[in-house]
């Protein structure tokens, strides 16, 4: 996080842990999400046993982006069809289809049968404390992530998979292609010898609630702060020190912390979400996110990123458990290496 007049980061290239990490892509120290796609391997058959998704268990102009109040709070995200009968869950690294119609294909089942897996997982009662993710879960959003980055990086095959897409999931596909694109434009490859440390996240209705009171209590949507966890340090699994000297789960700098933290620890999850609701609210939040959001990270890039990935989860709650299983990539000078996950 950047504040005015002090602590000023040296912009996404080097310090964001988390753009880096996170999402779909991009950030300090070159962690992002990929788009290559490795040698093909078999398929798992569906389960229902419990994976662990964690290791040791990133257009200023936009109109639709003016706001982060671009979508209903209570739309919903058609379900596409699923196919008549149940696919057997992806293996972590199948080969992605590069052709546009079988890649729009795999992406309209994956999609399908992740939301069935999602309502699963929320109506089994353990996306709280206790909870791990399911492993259809784990296993398909790691499918439908790894296809978001290979259509990130082969835009060409992108463009003539959108319109094969059922319209509902073609919009949802551009915004997340639209978001890694921008992220991983502001990514500088490391060298593959670079040693991060990533951890678990909490359990996601954890984070849900600490987002909720938040909201409640600065007026900042849940789902903008939801996004920003995510693009920076990946709800909190990215832990490595940033060398500006970033810190926490929200990467705050050390007086933008004395100003807005409010007493609390930098390293801990509810104090940093509160802390960064008051540094939006005071950058303009929620009269103006794209002012907040800058202020928050110089970049329009990263602006879009963050209320690309927030119109998603308006639109459909269940994208905020997805993202929240989207796995921890870096980009290297050697290639895309996977940190997390199976």
Not at 73 to 96: F, N, R, S
Request: contains cysteine.
């Amino acid at each position: 996080m950047h504040m005015p007049g002090n602590d000023k980061r040296s912009r996404m290239i080097a310090p964001l842990i988390g753009l880096t990490v996170a999402i779909s892509g991009c950030g300090a120290q070159g962690i992002a999400s990929s788009g290559a796609a490795d040698q093909a391997q078999p398929t798992r058959p569906a389960t229902g046993q419990s994976a662990n998704p964690q290791p040791g268990d990133p257009k200023s102009g936009d109109p639709q982006l003016a706001n982060s109040h671009m979508a209903s709070k209570t739309a919903t995200t058609p379900t596409p069809a699923p196919a008549a009968d149940a696919p057997a869950l992806p293996d972590p690294d199948v080969a992605i289809p590069k052709d546009p119609a079988k890649l729009a294909r795999a992406l309209s089942n994956t999609s399908a049968s992740l939301q069935d897996a999602i309502d699963d997982w929320r109506e089994s009662g353990k996306t709280g404390a206790k909870g791990q993710p399911p492993e259809p879960v784990v296993l398909l959003t790691l499918h439908q992530q790894r296809i978001y980055r290979f259509m990130a990086r082969n835009q060409s095959v992108a463009s003539r998979t959108y319109p094969k897409l059922p319209k509902a999931l073609a919009a949802q596909a551009r915004d997340n292609v639209t978001a890694i694109v921008d992220l991983l434009s502001l990514v500088r490859p490391i060298k593959g010898t670079a040693k991060f440390r990533v951890e678990g996240a909490e359990p996601a209705d954890v984070l849900l609630r600490h987002f909720r009171r938040a909201e409640r209590k600065f007026g900042v949507d849940w789902e903008v702060l939801a996004s920003v966890m995510f693009v920076e340090t990946k709800f909190g699994r990215v832990r490595s020190p940033s060398h500006t000297g970033a810190k926490g789960p929200m990467q705050f700098m050390p007086r933008t912390w004395e100003a807005y933290g409010m007493g609390g620890n930098v390293h801990d999850t509810q104090d940093a979400i509160f802390a960064a609701a008051n540094y939006l609210r005071a950058s303009g939040a929620p009269r103006n996110y794209r002012r907040a959001l800058w202020a928050y990270n110089h970049s329009y890039r990263y602006v879009n990123a963050v209320q690309l990935h927030a119109r998603q989860i308006k639109q459909d709650i269940r994208n905020f458990y997805a993202y929240y299983n989207w796995q921890v990539y870096v980009v290297t000078t050697q290639g895309d290496r996977r940190l997390s996950g199976p």
